[in-house]
Nanobody
Framework: VQLQASGGGLVQAGDSLRLSCAGS????????VGWFRQAPGKEREGVSF?????????SYANSVKGRFTISRDVAQNTVYLHMNSLKPDDTAVYSC????????????????WGQGTLVTVSS
C-alpha cells in the first residue's frame, strides 16, 4: 500500500487542522493506520491509531487525548486526523503509516509510510 499524507500548514494556537492519509494500491481499511510526528531535535512519537475496519479501535497519545480525533473514510480509502485546540508543542512533521502492529503507537511496528506533512503552530 502507498500512502500520501497532506493537510499540514501554519496555524495559530487554538486553531484546528485536518490531516489526510490517502491510500493507494491496496484497500487501506484492511490495515491499521497510525499517525506519528517528529519535532525538531526529538524522536518520532506515536500520536494516534485506528485499527482495521473489521475490528474498529482507536488509541491516542496522552498529549493529544481530547483534542485529536482519528477517523476512517472507507469509500475514500483515507484516514483523517482531526486536530483541535492546537498548541505550539504540536509543531512537528506528521506522517502516517500502515501495517498490522502489535503495539499501535510504536513506529517500528509499521512497514508502510507516507511522506510527512509539516504542521506549525504559532503562539
Amino acid at each position: 500500500v502507498q500512502l500520501q499524507a497532506s493537510g499540514g500548514g501554519l496555524v495559530q494556537a487554538g486553531d484546528s487542522l485536518r490531516l489526510s492519509c490517502a491510500g493507494s494500491g491496496r484497500t487501506l481499511s484492511s490495515y491499521a493506520v497510525g499517525w506519528f510526528r517528529q519535532a525538531p531535535g526529538k524522536e518520532r512519537e506515536g500520536v494516534s491509531f485506528v485499527s482495521t475496519s473489521a475490528d474498529p479501535r482507536t488509541s491516542y497519545a496522552n498529549s493529544v487525548k481530547g483534542r485529536f480525533t482519528i477517523s476512517r473514510d472507507v469509500a475514500q480509502n483515507t484516514v483523517y486526523l482531526h486536530m483541535n485546540s492546537l498548541k505550539p508543542d504540536d509543531t512537528a512533521v506528521y506522517s502516517c503509516a500502515a501495517d498490522h502492529p502489535s503495539i499501535p503507537l510504536v513506529p517500528y511496528e509499521y512497514d508502510y509510510w507516507g511522506q510527512g506533512t509539516l504542521v506549525t503552530v504559532s503562539s
